[in-house]
T-cell receptor
Framework: DAKTTQPTSMDCAEGRAANLPCNHSTISGNEYVYWYRQIHSQGPQYIIHGLKNNETNEMASLIITEDRKSSTLILPHATLRDTAVYYCIAQGAQKLVFGQGTRLTINP | DGGITQSPKYLFRKEGQNVTLSCEQNLNHDAMYWYRQDPGQGLRLIYYSQIVNDFQKGDIAEGYSVSREKKESFPLTVTSAQKNPTAFYLC???????????FGPGTRLTVT
C-alpha cells in the first residue's frame, strides 16, 4: 500500500470550507484514496473514497489530481462537530495503513 | 440498526491474565479486523479475517489470538504474552477486503 503524507494539524473557522490535503505520490493504479475521521475516543468513521474522478457525498467532496499523486478532502461548511483527526489512506486489496493523520480543529 | 458492537467499553485486568474482547456485527460483512491504537498514534492492524474459519496475522499479532467461528463475531484474546497490552482496541468490518471499513466504538483496556 502506498504511503501518504498529511499535515499534522490545521485550523478552520466554523462555517468556512475546510480543505485537507494529502500526498500519495507512490500510489499505484489499483489503489483507491480513502478518507476516514476519528473523533476523540471513538472509532474511525468512513467519509469518502475515490479512484480517479472527483467524488461527493453528503459529508464531503474528494478532489484527486489528474496524476493521482495528491488529493484534497473538502468539508464545505465546517461545524464544531467536524473537529477530529482525519486520515488519508491509499488502499488496494491489502490492509489499511493508518498514519497519524491531520488534527483538524474547527474554531467558533 | 445495523452496526458493530464492542463490549465492554472499559476493561481492567491484572498483569498475567488473559482477556477476551468482544466484537459483533450485523452488517453481513465477510471481512473483520482488529486494530490497536496507542495515545497520539494511528491504528495498527493486529489480525484480520476474510471469511469464517480463516484469519491472518497483521503487523502486531504477537501476544494476541482470534477466532472466527461465526460470520457475525470476531473475538480478540489479549494473552499474558503481550508485553504492553494497555491500549484502545478497535474492531472493524467491511463487505470484503479492499472496501470501506466500518468501526465499532472501541474497548479501552488497562492492565496493571
Amino acid at each position: 500500500d502506498a504511503k501518504t503524507t498529511q499535515p499534522t494539524s490545521m485550523d478552520c473557522a466554523e462555517g468556512r470550507a475546510a480543505n485537507l490535503p494529502c500526498n500519495h505520490s507512490t500510489i499505484s493504479g489499483n489503489e483507491y484514496v480513502y478518507w476516514y475521521r476519528q473523533i476523540h475516543s471513538q472509532g474511525p468513521q468512513y467519509i469518502i473514497h475515490g479512484l480517479k474522478n472527483n467524488e461527493t457525498n453528503e459529508m464531503a467532496s474528494l478532489i484527486i489530481t489528474e496524476d493521482r499523486k495528491s488529493s484534497t478532502l473538502i468539508l464545505p461548511h465546517a461545524t464544531l462537530r467536524d473537529t477530529a483527526v482525519y486520515y488519508c489512506i491509499a488502499q488496494g486489496a491489502q490492509k489499511l495503513v493508518f498514519g497519524q493523520g491531520t488534527r483538524l480543529t474547527i474554531n467558533p | 440498526d445495523g452496526g458493530i458492537t464492542q463490549s465492554p467499553k472499559y476493561l481492567f485486568r491484572k498483569e498475567g491474565q488473559n482477556v477476551t474482547l468482544s466484537c459483533e456485527q450485523n452488517l453481513n460483512h465477510d471481512a473483520m479486523y482488529w486494530y490497536r491504537q496507542d495515545p497520539g498514534q494511528g491504528l495498527r492492524l493486529i489480525y484480520y479475517s476474510q471469511i469464517v474459519n480463516d484469519f491472518q496475522k497483521g503487523d502486531i499479532a504477537e501476544g494476541y489470538s482470534v477466532s472466527r467461528e461465526k460470520k457475525e463475531s470476531f473475538p480478540l484474546t489479549v494473552t499474558s504474552a503481550q508485553k504492553n497490552p494497555t491500549a484502545f482496541y478497535l474492531c472493524a468490518s467491511s463487505r470484503d477486503r479492499g472496501y470501506e471499513q466500518y468501526f465499532g466504538p472501541g474497548t479501552r483496556l488497562t492492565v496493571t
